[in-house]
């Protein structure tokens, strides 16, 4: 009797220790396990908001080539002209994603007043802005547009037979030209390039900053290139590397489409390469 009374005794004590030990260990991980959870839904938010400011940055890009400089980096329109054509950031419209996983929405627009820049009248600076939501979340991104400005002198008449150059249209390299010097291109700070067509780039080219070129069609490197910084080169289409193709700090290669490395392309720091929207191996 005494023995079934010692091992009732000693069953009470060890379910009584078990209770214990699971009251000591459920909250830490059920508070854990919540988050993880919320942790892994902050992170998913923010690659949504920096999806959509990218997606709002290029929805004002083909604004701008679309109704401001045909494609190109150079425009006849004034200032008053240009902000008659696009739309401020407080009155544009947000634009909706229907999602399963939330509310998600972006709007872009400029900021300040389109000018003339102060250090040389012959380029106009458009300064925007782009904003998104997810949920209760925001972000936003803002970038300067310096474009060659083609039109009558700033304060003055055309001359009575005089003619404008036309705006620089996407099918041409008017904007590479505009940042080459020695035979070597050269994006940097936030110069933005678009070019639409066929090319055959001949010349090394470098960009970096936060510069962009963005080229929709297809397109042949000659020489090395080289991304660093912030600096993008987004394809649409397909591309052709002849020699070193080097990606630093931050910068990325972008391609949506098809692409050929003769030499295999180096990648340091964050830089990325991305092909059809996955890391190139």
């Given at each position: 009797?005494?023995?079934?009374?010692?091992?009732?005794?000693?069953?009470?004590?060890?379910?009584?220790?078990?209770?214990?030990?699971?009251?000591?260990?459920?909250?830490?991980?059920?508070?854990?396990?919540?988050?993880?959870?919320?942790?892994?839904?902050?992170?998913?938010?923010?690659?949504?908001?920096?999806?959509?400011?990218?997606?709002?940055?290029?929805?004002?890009?083909?604004?701008?080539?679309?109704?401001?400089?045909?494609?190109?980096?150079?425009?006849?329109?004034?200032?008053?002209?240009?902000?008659?054509?696009?739309?401020?950031?407080?009155?544009?419209?947000?634009?909706?994603?229907?999602?399963?996983?939330?509310?998600?929405?972006?709007?872009?627009?400029?900021?300040?007043?389109?000018?003339?820049?102060?250090?040389?009248?012959?380029?106009?600076?458009?300064?925007?802005?782009?904003?998104?939501?997810?949920n209760d979340a925001m972000d936003d991104k803002v970038e300067t547009y310096r474009l060659k400005y083609t039109g009558s002198p700033e304060g003055g008449e055309e001359e009575e037979n005089e003619e404008n150059p036309p705006p620089s249209g996407?099918?041409?390299?008017?904007?590479?030209?505009?940042?080459?010097?020695?035979?070597?291109?050269?994006?940097?700070?936030?110069?933005?390039?678009?070019?639409?067509?066929?090319?055959?780039?001949?010349?090394?080219?470098?960009?970096?900053?936060?510069?962009?070129?963005?080229?929709?069609?297809?397109?042949?490197?000659?020489?090395?290139?080289?991304?660093?910084?912030?600096?993008?080169?987004?394809?649409?289409?397909?591309?052709?590397?002849?020699?070193?193709?080097?990606?630093?700090?931050?910068?990325?290669?972008?391609?949506?489409?098809?692409?050929?490395?003769?030499?295999?392309?180096?990648?340091?720091?964050?830089?990325?390469?991305?092909?059809?929207?996955?890391?190139?191996?």
């Open positions: 009797m005494n023995v079934l009374r010692n091992d009732k005794g000693y069953t009470i004590l060890i379910v009584l220790l078990t209770i214990v030990v699971i009251g000591l260990i459920a909250p830490p991980l059920i508070n854990s396990v919540m988050s993880s959870s919320l942790q892994n839904q902050k992170t998913e938010e923010n690659v949504q908001l920096e999806n959509l400011t990218e997606m709002g940055i290029r929805y004002f890009r083909n604004d701008v080539a679309k109704n401001i400089t045909a494609g190109g980096m150079t425009t006849s329109k004034s200032p008053d002209e240009i902000m008659a054509a696009l739309k401020k950031i407080d009155e544009a419209e947000l634009i909706p994603l229907g999602t399963d996983s939330g509310t998600m929405k972006y709007r872009v627009g400029y900021i300040n007043e389109v000018r003339y820049d102060p250090e040389d009248t012959n380029y106009i600076l458009i300064d925007y802005k782009s904003e998104a939501f997810v996407g099918n041409d390299r008017g904007c590479l030209d505009l940042n080459s010097k020695n035979g070597k291109i050269h994006l940097s700070g936030k110069t933005y390039c678009y070019l639409k067509g066929s090319f055959v780039i001949d010349e090394p080219i470098k960009i970096t900053g936060q510069a962009t070129l963005e080229i929709d069609g297809s397109v042949v490197f000659r020489k090395s290139v080289d991304i660093a910084g912030q600096g993008n080169l987004d394809i649409f289409g397909s591309i052709h590397f002849n020699e070193n193709v080097f990606v630093r700090g931050n910068g990325k290669i972008i391609i949506d489409g098809s692409v050929q490395f003769d030499k295999p392309p180096s990648r340091k720091g964050n830089g990325s390469i991305k092909v059809n929207k996955q890391e190139y191996k």
